[in-house]
């Protein structure tokens, strides 16, 4: 790709609290090109929430740093916009869905012209262009996470930054999303640096994938999706070289797991078995 | 929300229906008991009515009425303001809150009447001192409730804001008030009920109008029937309070009925 948009060198995170240190994330570098789609993937408890945070500025790294576009993220920075898991949680209940993805733009110091515009056209990109005066908590998880993507499109950010985003929804509403996210991506040039525990997600959606280890987290691999640009959930997902490379994420999240190399007991089987409930869902779902 | 379509008029009326029956019943109890006391203490409710007019439409409406609904009012809004002011700043900032903590809970445990003889000494009897002893009692529970809600805010909600650049004075504005305003309107309404009491308290302590100057006078000077009117008017002054609290709770707090109702499945 062209130069590096976002750059991560050397970022470690320890967490210190009464009387115990944990490290997060233990060394983790890799850099993001302009326009690219980059997933990170790795087991549960593998710190990703916690190298989002610090990308987005909103946790300061131990070790490393984060630049964007040449300069150092000391704080969230303004070309920077965040969708978390929590639809719920990070929708303000309070306002309108139109009050919701309008509320950045104000803070940003734009005219009212110029909010409307880019608050209908965000809605409208996400597929609710009907629902501008909904409370968040009168519609479905799927809509409200529209919203939030939404919010995010309409504040015209360079990198966008997505955690685990749709854990949380249905499979069918998690189909419609992934593909939501691909068409957006297309249309507004903007970075995604996508997170999630899901394998056959992160296939499906990423230019390249990032393995992460099991915490304390270091990258495994980064692996370049040599997929057909056009993706459709039903060919993509059955194709031979889909199936080649889920079943090599799966190999090296699998070794991630037993590599964890210090006294973390925190194996779970989720992303084994989240992989196979998602390819379960999306085949015959699409 | 769910169920069979009513008729809104019909369903209204209903609900009126319930509300109104036994406040009826009870009055009309008060009626027939009371038609043939001979009772000094305990006039007929029909004497006591007429006299509530007499007494009340007149020059008093302006000379004890608007006094005490004044101080009453000042009381509130203060109690809320400084309440609100000293909570956000509070729940805001952990060091603050363990050295102020101790202090804090030792002043709500007084009795606030209790602290009534020393504000009047210090304050004199004038407006100035029953509005200072109506924020004295009536500021607790809006601040404690205040510091609770601020230190509640959601961290996803904390961190979204964030990364979207609401900070400072927007981040108060757009987050951690409407956050905490479940929690400071509960706050509000104990404090509007205390502002009630403490009202009539200072005014029957020591004044020279007010409704509850009046009620004392009356009682003292054996205008019994009167007695009973300003009671009364209280009664009445405290249930309208409560209703158009009522009234701006259900506006202020839509969202979070709304919200809550999502939540348990009924929407």
Redesign the interface.
Known sequence: MTQPLLDVAGVQKTYTGSGRTVEAVRDLTFSVGDGELVCIVGPSGAGKTTLLKCIAGLLEPTAGTVTLAGARVDGPPDAMAVVFQEYGRSLFPWMTVEGNVELPLKQKKLDKARRRELVRDALEAVGLADVHSAYPWQLSGGMQQRVAIARAVAYEPKVLLMDEPFAAVDAQTRADLEDLIRSLWHKLGVTILFVTHDIDESVYLGQRVLVLSSSPTVIMEDLAIDLPDERTQLETRSSPRFAELRGHVYEQIQLAKHRKGDQHQRDEVAPARSAHGATVAAEPGS | MRGPVVDPVLRWGRTLGFALTLPVVLVTLWWVWSADSTNYYAPPLQTILTTFGDVWFSERLRADVLPSVTRLAIGYTGAVVLGVGLGVLLGANRTLRRVTEPVLEFFRAIPPPALIPILFLFAGIGDTAKVIVIVSGAVWPVLLNTVEGVRAV????S??S?????TGL?RLR??VL??A?PQIVAGMRQALSISIILMVISEMFASTNGLGFSVIQFQRSFAIPEMWSGILLLGLLGFVLSLLFQLFERRSLR??H??RR??RGE?
């Open positions: 959601d961290d996803v909600l961190d979204t964030r990364s979207y650049g609401v927007a757009h987050l409407p956050a305003s969202w979070y709304g919200l999502s939540q929407n």
